[in-house]
């Protein structure tokens, strides 16, 4: 099981970019900044593996996919992923317990054949640009922390590693789950920051009161005029919440 072990550790930059070229620069600039590095949905569409090799070159890669189909085809995705060495793979918990069993078994397989670290496996809960509104427009009824609870639950159950959850949420589920589960929590912010499209959103140090543990960072990064420096603020903000709770 992954723990992270210093400040970087807790740390992922999101290369939310459109292309390789794009991504090439930025990666280069984080360069021993943050230890994880998210390539997501828009750079895979794009560029496929070479953006999780590029990624691979600099840190952890972190492959937000958000997988979410049968069974077979989401085992089938998530092998592939592990053969190309991604450290962390997201899927969603509401793609059911037969989905997300396939998902850790298939990831399994692939280590033991190797003699490789499988990749973490992490399930999504509900996606932090969502409100109570938004859950009962899709047939959810309740607030996103229950939603969030009921799925962490199932996503423990089936033997994943952990959830992605807001910070709003990170608290309950530390309490009812336990320390085992890794919790991993876009939508952080510096104080400063606007909330964008998320709708729970907190602060780094507010992010790890509450028990989260890989802060998924993307925007207050890309969007700074010197993104390596925006990382470093950030590590500098999760040392000072670290060494305040280690008081």
């Not at 390596?228 to 670290?242: D, G, P, S």
């Amino acid at each position: 099981m992954f723990r992270p072990s210093d400040a970087r550790d807790r740390l992922a930059v999101a290369l939310d970019v459109a292309g390789l070229a794009e991504a090439k620069e930025l990666v280069a600039r984080l360069a021993g900044v943050p230890g994880w590095l998210k390539v997501g949905g828009e750079l895979f569409t794009a560029e496929g593996p070479a953006a999780v090799e590029l990624a691979a070159g600099a840190a952890r890669v972190f492959l937000d996919t958000k997988l979410h189909d049968i069974p077979n085809t989401v085992a089938r995705a998530v092998a592939a992923g592990a053969r190309r060495g991604v450290s962390l793979l997201t899927l969603h918990a509401a793609g059911g317990r037969a989905m997300l069993r396939a998902a850790r078994d298939a990831a399994a397989e692939v280590a033991a054949a190797s003699g490789g670290r499988r990749p973490l496996l992490v399930a999504v809960t509900v996606l932090t640009s969502l409100a109570d509104v938004d859950l009962a427009e899709v047939g959810v009824a309740g607030a996103p922390a229950d939603q969030v609870l009921r799925l962490a639950e199932l996503a423990q159950s089936c033997g994943l590693d952990g959830i992605v959850a807001s910070p709003r949420e990170a608290a309950r589920v530390r309490e009812r789950l336990g320390p085992g589960l890794l919790l991993v929590t876009p939508g952080v912010r510096p104080r400063a920051w606007p909330a964008d499209d998320q709708a729970r959103t907190a602060t780094p140090r507010e992010a790890l009161a509450a028990g989260s543990d890989l802060l998924v960072v993307g925007r207050p990064v890309l969007r700074a005029p010197d993104p390596a420096a925006a990382a470093r603020a950030l590590l500098a903000e999760i040392e000072a919440a670290l060494g305040a709770s280690a008081a």
